[in-house]
């Protein structure tokens, strides 16, 4: 029986080996054929106190580009203190900012099958002025959508002796700021989700949003049940 | 542990069968495709377009293929010489188009042979060919030989195929009448081509498509042949090449080969050799009909490195055949053909043959950035003779120092605040200049706009210190010459046109226009109905002659179409039915 088994893998192997012989007279095509990401060395920086990037931790990622191509499974980070993609070019292990410009929406993909959703959007309202593009998280995109951006501000200033000097540190803590997008396509934008402050975005409808926050039992300022709302919101008929 | 004999017979079957599988997988691999060309005619006259259909089908499935995304047709003459080499785009298996073949070709016997990039794999098996004849409108002599033709069937009036019967309301017309085709008995939907043309006196032998699919279909190669191995386009054209020492005439591996081309903003490609020397780029829409600046990135000091291309349209096997001279009947037939020709250029009645082609389509700007640097417009200041001048004056972020005697550009980071050890990518007119001295004796006077980035920029895995940009009013990288380890090739447009060729009705009432069609109806794309009767109509003209309706196609189901069947124009209005 062993001399057969000997014999088996022999003919596996060799009926293998045939195509592989393919590959390697073949130039490599995934790299060439695929769009590039293009982007500007990041300096990262060491004046601040906290965590600049929405993931601190590379994450692998997905970007639609602006041509409609799609970059996969590049290390992404998501830096909100400037509102930029960076991206580990892992041939030179160099930190990048993506073209902005360039990139339409991206995915940090946590584990197979969950992945965050980001888009670039622009919220220039005439009353506003033109303001540039901005990322941000895509919660619930339907008749009310729910964007977040995931900003990173600097909150205030420390002094810290470091490196035999006293230095002056920025600290800085994610400031979420809430994007409602109605159906008339116009922006909503709330710095901090707050009964009152949600309320008067919606005069009209005063009444049914304060009976639907009372029956549904929610707490607004507490983001898990804004988005709640904003479900329930699309569910009912405004 | 002992085995029956029947069992070991049957643990080295399942073995075996294993094997099989494993190799089939690579098999499968490679693309069965047969190409098959429909033509309108097959005598022509220079001058004239050559109408095709091009049809690429799976050897497996006999359905329209879904792989190869180019074709290639190429007119050729007897031995190597090729005269015309036209790309088409396919989609879902089929492609149409038209050939403009110049008045300067020489009379002769031409082959037209019609392929994807994925039939090299199997020895070029897939590919068609077919043999025409070409005269020159202004060849008196005509001694010109020909490839073995044949004469036309006396009984060209009857229908060839009993599967799909061709039905016209007469078989008998007279001048300039309307011809009413109906085509029935057909088993499901299929997409055809239908030419009606003149019956010439000799005419080279035409396979149709269902004797092309009955032939031997095209073999899986062997090791051998996967050495040569093709990537099926099934995107875009794939330019294939390798880069070589010119020294020691040896492979290069692992060199970066930069693809750009003439535009407004730069644009970037690349690709790294193999260990075979063989890089491959794709060619999108966007390159359609421009010329194509290729360099090595860094190539080392002391090193010649060059970069060759593949020809495309190459062919291992030349075409060599034996030709006879042609008939009295058949000189007399050309003459004709010629005068039809004369007359229709005289008339300007040959609008619908004009070759046509058609722009970029989807195409996709490969920007070598997507940001805004330092924009500096010369015309801003005052005339500065010479780059080096501009730096001066105009650019303190840059400078340019000599290192043996060769000049260098550096850009001044401002992260790092120091100048960038390395060179910056230096683009004029949207190229990738491969020789800093091209744009050193650029003066204000030529230059619309310099771009500058100073910190380090990212395309892909390549990472540059700096960018320069320089666009100059008149094109000025056109006016350069590529550098030794460079190339620069023109890549032609993808061949369109011809999609119906039908004499106008309007033009059917104008007694005073002289109307002489040796082709009355050209329709590459008719869709047949399925088991309903598809009906098609055209004009006979004022040349009274034998003509065929020759359709050719494929079905939904995988069943190629052929059926062919005649009519006749007499020199004689109101003809009634024989």
Redesign the interface.
């Known amino acids: ?1 062993k001399h ?1 088994l000997y ?2 893998f022999l ?2 192997c ?3 080996h ?2 592989t ?2 590959g ?6 995934d ?3 695929t ?7 990041f ?1 990262e920086g060491n004046k601040y106190l906290g965590v600049q990037y929405f993931n601190d931790n590379w994450t692998q990622g997905d970007i639609l580009l ?4 799609m970059v996969s499974n590049v290390s992404l980070k998501y830096n909100g203190l400037f509102d930029e993609v960076i ?1 580990m ?4 292990f ?1 930190k ?1 900012k993506v ?4 990139v339409k929406e991206f995915w940090l993909k946590y584990e197979p099958g969950s992945s965050i959703h980001f888009k670039r959007i622009n919220v220039s309202e005439p009353d506003n002025g033109q303001q540039p593009d901005i990322f941000v998280e895509v919660v619930i995109e339907s008749r009310f959508s729910l964007f977040i951006q995931r900003k990173i501000s600097v909150v205030g200033t420390e002094t810290l002796y470091r490196n035999d000097a006293f230095r002056e540190f920025e600290t800085i803590e994610p400031t979420p700021v809430y994007y409602i997008k109605l159906p008339s396509n116009h922006y909503l934008k709330l710095n901090k989700i707050r009964r009152r402050a949600f309320l008067k975005l919606f005069p009209e409808k005063k009444k049914a949003l304060t009976k639907m926050i009372r029956v549904n039992d929610l707490n607004v300022s507490v983001e898990s049940d804004f988005v709640k709302l904003i479900e329930l919101m699309n569910k009912e008929v405004f | 542990m002992t085995m029956t004999l029947s069992k070991k017979i049957l643990i080295i079957l399942a073995v075996l069968l294993v094997a099989l599988f494993c190799s089939n997988i690579s098999a499968n691999a490679i693309s069965r495709e047969v190409a098959y060309l429909q033509t309108d005619r097959t005598t022509y006259i220079a001058g004239e377009s050559i109408f095709y259909k091009l049809y690429v089908l799976d050897a497996d499935t006999r359905k329209r293929s879904e792989i190869s995304k180019v074709g290639y047709v190429l007119l050729r003459t007897t031995g190597s010489g090729s005269s015309l080499k036209v790309r088409v785009r396919i989609d879902s298996g089929i492609a149409c188009g038209s050939i403009l073949l110049p008045d300067t070709l020489a009379s002769g016997a031409y082959q037209l042979v019609a392929f994807t990039s994925g039939m090299r794999n199997s020895q070029e098996q897939g590919f068609y060919y077919q043999d025409i004849t070409i005269a020159n409108r202004f060849d008196k002599e005509l001694k010109f030989k020909l490839v073995n033709s044949i004469a036309p069937d006396s009984n060209f009036l009857k229908p060839s195929n009993k599967e799909t019967v061709i039905k016209t309301d007469k078989k008998v017309y007279g001048l300039r009448e309307k011809v009413v085709v109906s085509l029935e008995n057909l088993v499901s939907k299929a997409n055809t081509s239908v030419s009606v043309y003149e019956i010439p006196v000799l005419s080279p032998r035409v396979k149709t498509i269902v004797e092309t699919m009955n032939n031997t279909l095209p073999t899986v190669p062997d090791n051998a042949q996967k050495l040569f191995y093709h990537s099926p386009e099934n995107k875009a054209k794939i330019l294939n090449g390798r880069v070589i020492d010119v020294v020691t005439n040896k492979v290069v591996n692992e060199a970066v080969v930069l693809l750009s081309c003439n535009d407004t903003v730069p644009n970037l490609q690349y690709a790294v050799t193999n260990a075979d020397g063989k890089f491959q780029l794709l060619l999108s829409d966007y390159y359609d009909g421009k010329e194509l600046f290729l360099t090595i990135k860094d190539v080392p000091a002391g090193q010649q490195l060059k970069i060759e291309t593949e020809d495309e349209f190459a062919q291992n096997q030349p075409w060599n055949s034996s030709l006879i001279s042609g008939s009295s009947d058949f000189k007399d037939y050309i003459v004709k053909s010629q005068n039809i020709v004369y007359i229709n250029k005289s008339y300007q009645l040959n609008n619908d043959l004009v070759d046509k082609s058609v722009g970029d389509i989807n195409s996709i700007c490969p920007q070598f950035y997507h940001s805004t640097g330092t924009t500096i417009l010369p015309s801003d200041f005052v005339s500065l003779d010479d780059f080096p001048e501009i730096v001066v004056e105009i650019l303190p972020q840059v400078l340019i120092t000599r290192d043996k005697g060769k000049p260098r550009i550096k850009v001044y980071n401002t992260l790092i605040k120091m100048f960038n050890r390395n060179s910056p990518a230096i683009f004029l007119d949207g190229v990738f200049v491969d020789d800093v001295n091209k744009i050193l004796v650029l003066g204000s006077e030529q230059i619309t706009k310099i771009d500058v980035f100073e910190v380090e920029r990212a395309f892909g895995d390549l990472v540059f210190s700096g960018v320069i940009s320089i666009v100059t009013k008149s094109n000025e990288i056109l006016n350069t010459k590529p550098a030794l380890h460079s190339l620069r090739l023109k890549n032609d447009r993808v061949n369109t046109g011809g999609s119906l060729v039908t004499i106008n009705p309007d033009q059917i009432l104008s007694k005073d226009l002289p109307i002489f069609k040796q082709l009355l109806y050209w329709n590459p794309n008719l869709e047949l109905k399925g088991k309903n009767t598809t009906n098609f109509e055209f004009y006979t003209s004022d040349n009274a002659a034998n003509y065929m309706i020759q359709i050719e196609g494929i079905s939904e189901d995988g069943s190629p179409i052929s059926s062919s069947s005649g009519i006749q124009v007499i020199n004689q209005p109101n003809v009634t039915n024989k």
């Open positions: 029986m057969y014999f088996s003919v596996i060799i009926s293998m045939a195509q012989n393919v390697s007279v073949v130039p490599p095509r790299s060439t054929f769009a590039k990401l293009t982007g500007e060395f300096y602006s041509s409609g191509e991206w070019n892992t041939s030179n160099g990048f073209d902005k410009s360039f």
